[in-house]
């Protein structure tokens, strides 16, 4: 958990919750105009102006969604904020601020609190966000993080999932299945040093997939590339729990069908490798591993002449009729297969870290 074992560490209980919480937050700094009040008093104030307010949260509870045997601390504080801002961007939104809640055990030194805000001042400082507060708390199971993100945007430009229609071209950035298959390698390696700790983990050349598992980014900048390219997509959903499932999630809101073609898929060349080294379907990463934080969009047919070149976007299938289901079609050929919700789901996969 903590790699320093010479240095002194810091019981939590010597700064008590609220020394704790000005410990962690005062070399925070406020960067956007919409946040009137930040860390420091009963709550925060944001001025939204006459804009929208997006907001957003999600829970990552040690054992079910991170396993510190493998994930470093400030990778993880990343990661954490990471996964918030994606649903924003998923929202067409620009993420403004967050707020950072922990429940530790006391097996966490202060030191290794401050690994984690490290992460997340990496992140808010990346990604120009504000971290305005939050709460703190202890824990008999662990380490529990839960951020919410805000974000800000004019009501124009909001994209939700409900507004595909019948013939609008499905779009990926970016490539999938990536993040999947760096779990794949840090379990592995993992369950060799656990049998053998003297034996040294087998990490190299896996660089690109391992980072898209351990310090995904959050896909903020489409939001822009799509206005300069005069596109506003008719419906968006980020992709954390697999292809198939985010796909399903379009299909129930927009009350469309989809055909996705398999040869389309976008991914990396050392996903399809690795995929092949640990005899799994690279087809079957990109569309149930999730994790890989890429946005799904939906955009007019009239629009495919913008887009149809550019090299950060994919056209992978196109919406059909409701009735029509959904369905992928083999590469090779035009059989159907039906696309079930076959994601990453933590009360079923509640082992997958652990």
């Given at each position: 958990m903590f790699e320093d074992k010479s240095q002194e560490l810091t019981p939590i209980s010597k700064l008590g919750e609220f020394g704790l919480i000005k410990h962690l937050t005062q070399h925070f700094p406020i960067s956007n105009e919409s946040s009137e009040l930040g860390v420091g008093d009963d709550a925060a104030v944001i001025n939204p102006g006459n804009k929208k307010v997006v907001l957003t949260t999600d829970v990552l509870a040690e054992g079910v969604h991170f396993n510190l045997g493998y994930v470093p601390l400030k990778h993880l504080g990343y990661k954490a904020v990471v996964v918030n801002l994606s649903d924003i961007a998923a929202m067409n939104a620009v993420p403004t601020q967050i707020l950072v809640s922990m429940a530790v055990s006391n097996r966490f030194p202060v030191e290794a609190l401050e690994?984690?805000?490290?992460?997340?001042?990496?992140?808010?400082?990346?990604?120009?966000?504000?971290?305005?507060?939050?709460?703190?708390?202890?824990?008999?199971?662990?380490?529990?993080?839960?951020?919410t993100a805000v974000g800000i945007e004019n009501d124009e430009n909001i994209v939700k999932r409900s507004g595909a229609k019948p013939n609008d071209l499905l779009v990926v950035s970016g490539d999938l299945g990536g993040a999947y298959m760096g779990l794949q390698i840090l379990e592995r390696e993992h369950a060799v040093f656990l049998a053998d700790p003297n034996m040294q983990p087998e990490m190299e050349g896996y660089d690109y997939i391992l980072e898209r598992q351990l310090k995904p980014e959050a896909r903020t900048d489409v939001k822009t590339i799509l206005e300069e390219l005069d596109?506003?997509?008719?419906?968006?959903?980020?992709?954390?729990?697999?292809?198939?499932?985010?796909?399903?999630?379009?299909?129930?809101?927009?009350?469309?069908?989809?055909r996705l073609y398999e040869e389309?898929?976008?991914?990396?060349?050392?996903?399809?490798?690795?995929?092949?080294?640990?005899?799994?379907?690279?087809?079957?990463?990109a569309l149930s591993g999730g994790e890989d934080y890429e946005l799904l969009f939906t955009i007019s047919p009239n629009d495919f002449d913008k887009i149809k070149n550019h090299p950060d976007f994919t056209i992978i299938g196109h919406a059909v009729e409701n009735e029509e289901g959904n369905y992928m079609v083999a590469r090779g050929s035009n059989q159907l297969v039906p696309l079930?919700?076959?994601?990453?789901?933590?009360?079923?996969?509640?082992?997958q870290n652990g």
């Open positions: 690994e984690i805000y490290s992460g997340i001042q990496a992140a808010c400082a990346r990604y120009k966000v504000d971290l305005i507060g939050g709460d703190t708390t202890s824990s008999n199971s662990g380490l529990v993080m839960s951020i596109i506003k997509p008719t419906s968006m959903i980020d992709i954390s729990d697999g292809l198939a499932s985010e796909i399903l999630h379009l299909s129930d809101q927009s009350k469309t069908g989809f389309k898929i976008p991914m990396d060349s050392l996903t399809i490798s690795t995929a092949d080294e640990m005899n799994l379907n690279p087809v079957m990463t079930t919700a076959q994601g990453w789901d933590a009360f079923l996969n509640n082992q």
